[in-house]
């Protein structure tokens, strides 16, 4: 039995380390320690050794058993290395890694972002107010009267309790007074809605920015610096600045805005951008009547406001052809912009 179990330690040494690969060695492992392998079954021959011949054999079984379990570990490390290294000969890692698609901001929030940015180093702070509006807010507060055609059903969205989607976010100018007293100095971003026909140049929903300041002693001079400075810083210094006479309910004397630029294709042309003109004193006497105070004693304090439509400035900005691009979430058109 001595010989025997020599011999079978030598064989199963040779053989663990001959295995080529683990399936290989598994088939050893099992030959010699499987339920019916040489090593169980010279086990189970001790029952018929005499006696005094059991604890020696015993003892040389146990070193064998040993010897092959520890050399079949130590194969089993060996092969499943070399197998992993060779998995990783198949890949090059020199090979670029495969990019993460990073999202960036839609090109109105860039240009939004941009502006709001402006106005917060003059000290203008930002003002919201809801999208769906009462007709005083939107119009009446707005000196905007009744038979105006703004709010004609053909133009404006109407909800049946007779509120209505904004047309513009001049309705914030009125809440931000209504809540507040003088001095104050808002932009208001946000959406507007016009019952427009939809083509290249209009959407039924669009973003405007408005601006709003009210204290003592505001003067058409402070308008003119603040929006020339505001559109300079926008379109590069070379942006020229032009305040043409025009009519809006709520200001007076009310202007359009003209801006030449090289940044603005070329600058061969003036583009109408923006309204705006001083707050008609009319509008501040709505106000007071509301509060039920003086707070916009029109004896005391004077304003401006203007707005603007992002889409149209972007579209000028970017040399984007079509109003509708910004909306139908293409990603070709999207991904141009940079965040
Ligand atoms: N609310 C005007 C519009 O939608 C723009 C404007 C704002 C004009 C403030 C003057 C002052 O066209």
């Not at 000969?89 to 990019?99: F, V």
């Not at 309790?161 to 809540?179: A, C, F, K």
């Not at 309204?275 to 004896?299: H, K, L, S, T, Y």
Request: aromatic residues 8%; hydrophobic residues 40%; charged residues 25%.
């Amino acid at each position: 039995m001595r010989e025997e179990l020599n011999a079978l330690r030598g064989d199963a040494l040779r053989d663990i380390a001959a295995a080529a690969d683990l399936s290989a060695l598994e088939q050893v492992r099992v030959a010699i320690t499987g339920r019916s392998g040489r090593l169980t079954q010279a086990g189970e021959q001790m029952r018929h050794l005499a006696k005094e011949d059991r604890p020696e054999v015993g003892k040389l079984l146990h070193e064998v058993r040993t010897a092959v379990t520890a050399a079949l570990e130590a194969r089993t490390a060996e092969l499943s290395s070399a197998a992993e290294e060779a998995e990783l000969a198949q890949i090059d890692p020199t090979m670029p890694g495969r990019a993460r698609a990073v999202g960036s901001l839609h090109p109105l929030q860039h240009l939004q972002r941009r502006a709001v940015e402006i106005f917060r180093r003059m000290g203008f702070a930002l003002a919201e107010g809801p999208d769906i509006e009462t007709e005083w807010h939107c119009f009446d507060a707005l000196n905007t009267p009744p038979d105006h055609p703004a709010r004609n059903e053909q133009d404006t969205f109407y909800l049946p309790d007779g509120r209505l989607l904004r047309t513009h976010t001049s309705s914030v100018q009125i809440r931000t007074m209504e809540n507040r007293t003088p001095p104050i100095r808002i932009i208001a971003p946000g959406a507007a809605y016009r019952r427009d026909e939809v083509d290249a140049t209009h959407l039924a929903q669009f973003t405007q920015m408005e601006g709003l300041y009210v204290d003592e002693g505001v003067t058409l001079g402070d308008l003119k610096g603040t929006l020339e400075y505001f559109f300079r810083e926008l379109f590069g210094s070379d942006a020229k600045v032009r305040f043409r006479p025009h009519f809006f309910p709520f200001t007076e004397p009310s202007y359009e805005i003209d801006v030449r630029a090289a940044a603005l294709g070329g600058g061969e042309r003036w583009l109408e951008l923006a309204g705006c003109g001083m707050v008609d004193p009319a509008v501040f006497a709505q106000i007071n009547e509301r509060r039920g105070d003086q707070a916009f004693d029109p004896d005391k304090v004077t304003g401006f406001a203007f707005g603007f439509g992002l889409e149209r400035l972007a579209m000028i900005l970017y040399g984007v052809p079509d109003i509708r691009m910004f909306v139908e979430n293409d990603q070709r058109f999207l991904s141009q912009f940079p965040s």
